[in-house]
């Protein structure tokens, strides 16, 4: 009882200490960033944006801790494919298959996080935030409600009007190799740092057997057998069994790095990046200081959060995240 107290209590401290930073925010205000987003977009025309979005996630994830991976992975999951205009959150219609529907989509969590906070924003400031700000703050506050790295965004995001499931080719699958994985990220921007920083986001959540289990067909000698052998009891109950990404599935820390030293990394491509010589000492650094990913993860996920967002008439403002004005 103490211990669930004491839980609790740092989460008030770490939630009013974020308040607190806002407020600095809005009292000292940023310059504008990223081709005319601002840290301040929402100052005068919706003050309480961010504080509602932060309410809605925090008591979402009160009530089921595993939704803060769900969050970090839509925003992974939109702004890979036509940028961070909230695609992900289209509904499907009879003319047209989305994105969300695809099957690497299928297992993404979260979207009714999202409406509620949209719901709200809307009751208060009718057409002014974008759900695509909307899905970049949810991550962050995800993160930070999780453990980890508080990173402000700049917003002025607007959302996209297109969504097709043939567009989520693009997104990187489990079986990429780490020189694959650098060449994807890089075509979008991001160097090889990058790549293995935001792969720690895998610090929260879990894998499908169907994603993992090709690793257990032949033999791999950059698995551990005493874990193989974990991965291979999860696979039993079939291709939809979960396995946590590691010990600590619902908390932000640098476990990730540890687990791939240790060859108990459950995705290829997760261990991929503790098996190349390119990207084995920033594994081994962020396993060692967990301060230095936790920099670095943040650094990687603002620019993640930019990456070619939508302005004025490229996009519009949705009054419903699931649908075209």
């Known amino acids: 009882m103490l211990t669930r107290f004491k839980i609790q209590n740092n989460k008030m401290v770490r939630a009013n200490l974020v308040s607190m930073i806002l407020l600095m925010h809005a009292i000292v205000g940023f310059p504008f960033h990223a081709r005319g987003l601002s840290m301040t977009y929402y100052m005068m025309s919706c003050p309480f944006a961010e504080q509602i979005v932060k309410n809605s996630v925090n008591n979402a994830l009160q009530a089921d801790p595993t939704l803060a991976a769900g969050l970090i992975r839509m925003l992974f999951h939109d702004c890979f494919i036509e940028g961070c205009d909230a695609s992900i959150l289209l509904d ?26 949209k719901q709200k924003i809307e009751n208060r400031c009718p057409g002014v935030v974008s759900c695509a700000d909307i899905v970049a703050m949810a991550a962050r506050d995800a993160v930070f409600w999780a453990g980890g790295p508080y990173y402000d965004i700049p917003k002025g995001r607007f959302d996209g009007k297109r969504s097709k499931i043939e567009d989520t080719r693009n997104l990187p699958s489990p079986f990429l190799n780490a020189s694959q994985l650098i060449q994807t990220f890089g075509q979008r921007g991001f160097t090889p740092q990058d790549v293995v920083a935001l792969s720690g986001a895998h610090t929260l959540g879990v894998a499908r057997c169907s994603s993992f289990k090709a690793r257990l067909t032949v033999p791999d000698s950059s698995l551990d057998s005493t874990f193989a052998n974990t991965l291979s009891k999860t696979c039993s109950a079939g291709d939809n069994a979960e396995q946590p990404f590691d010990a600590t599935r619902n908390d932000f820390d640098n476990a990730y790095f540890n687990a791939l030293q240790m060859k108990s990394g459950v995705l290829f491509s997760d261990q991929t990046l503790f098996n190349t010589p390119r990207t084995r000492n920033l594994v081994n650094g962020y396993a060692l200081n967990q301060a230095k990913f936790f920099f670095d993860f943040q650094q990687a996920m603002r620019k993640m959060s930019n990456l070619d967002v939508k302005l004025g008439s490229q996009g519009e403002i949705r009054q419903n995240c699931r649908s075209i004005n």
Not at 92 to 105: F, G, I, L, V, Y
């Open 92 to 117: 499907s219609t009879k003319d047209n298959t989305a994105e969300k529907d695809s099957p690497a989509n299928l297992s993404l969590r979260g979207y009714e996080i999202i409406d509620d906070a």
